[in-house]
């Protein structure tokens, strides 16, 4: 097999046996600890252990910490995730019947509250700077670049020389910055969301994977949903999980959608956009999916 085709193998296996096994019964597997990630077995196991800890089964169980521990000592991506779900992580693999993907305006305005015009927000947009951060803007893309979305997606960054009220970090002033998104003519909306929100909808990106490309399964794609908000939040990697959750909610969360060229308007379309707790400094991320042959769809990072 490929090294992709391996990789897919042990996240379905570790997924199955998450799904369909105890952990009782899974212990074993953890009974002997590695000493180098390139052992076969390890990168399904390190998998695994991401699994359990989203289904809540990693507690109490000594081989498997263990095991975890020393996944985190030979430098493991998934070794520095936390060894159960958050309370920001509440939504992760919920599916709430009626409740799918943002498609429509009048779908995302149904769900959150709109920003209304604002004047004041149009007219801080015009002296935004673009501030380009290739490395950052990788990271923020990497759930939907991981799971296959049509078309790489678009992350910008922005600083402003004035604060910005959170009143107008609304459609007004994000239709007036530099981004492809949003340029031409369409409907626009943009609405108040939640750090928890946004969250999930990157692990959903990442986990399910997009019509021509592969799920990553849970592990992963807890891994990429937490380094796409730490890139939109422009944190280093050093900060604790539970204290980037604290700053989350000191950032201003907005959700658009666009009737504009840029999106595909078919299987999903996402837009969020940030402000930061200074008001000076916004992150915009874009993204669109499809099943159909069309301009930019077979476009891929």
């Not at 969020?272 to 991320?285: E, F, G, M, N």
């Amino acid at each position: 097999m490929s090294c992709d085709e391996e990789a897919r193998d042990a996240v379905e296996t570790a997924a199955r046996l998450a799904r369909t096994e105890p952990v009782r019964s899974l212990e074993p597997l953890f009974g002997e600890l590695p000493d180098d990630l390139g052992r076969p077995g390890v990168e399904m196991r390190a998998c695994l252990l991401g699994e359990l800890a989203l289904v809540g089964a990693r507690a109490g169980a000594p081989q498997l910490d263990a095991y975890a521990q020393r996944l985190r000592g030979l430098g493991h991506p998934l070794g520095r995730l936390p060894d159960q779900r958050l309370d920001i992580e509440h939504r992760f693999m919920v599916r709430v019947r009626g409740l799918g993907s943002v498609k429509t305006a009048q779908q995302l305005r149904s769900r959150f509250p709109e920003v209304p015009p604002s004047d004041t927000g149009a007219a801080a947009a015009w002296p935004a700077v673009g501030v380009p951060d290739d490395t950052r803007a990788r990271a923020a893309a990497r759930p939907f670049t991981a799971g296959g979305w049509a078309r790489t997606p678009e992350v910008r960054f922005f600083a402003l020389p004035a604060p910005l009220g959170p009143g107008d970090f609304g459609m007004s002033f994000l239709e007036r910055l530099s981004v492809d998104c949003l340029r031409g003519d369409g409907t626009r909306v943009a609405c108040v969301t939640t750090p928890d929100d946004v969250l999930n909808e990157l692990f959903s990106a990442a986990c399910y994977g997009g019509v021509g490309g592969h799920g990553q399964g849970g592990a992963y794609a807890r891994l990429f949903a937490w380094d796409s908000l730490y890139a939109l939040m422009g944190l280093p990697d050093r900060v604790p999980f539970l204290e980037a959750a604290r700053r989350a909610a000191d950032h201003r969360w907005v959700r658009f959608i666009a009737s504009t060229p840029w999106f595909h308007h078919d299987t999903a379309d996402l837009g969020l956009a940030v402000l930061d707790p200074s008001r000076t400094r916004v992150a915009v991320l874009a993204a669109t999916d499809t099943d159909v042959t069309a301009p930019g769809a077979s476009e891929r990072p």
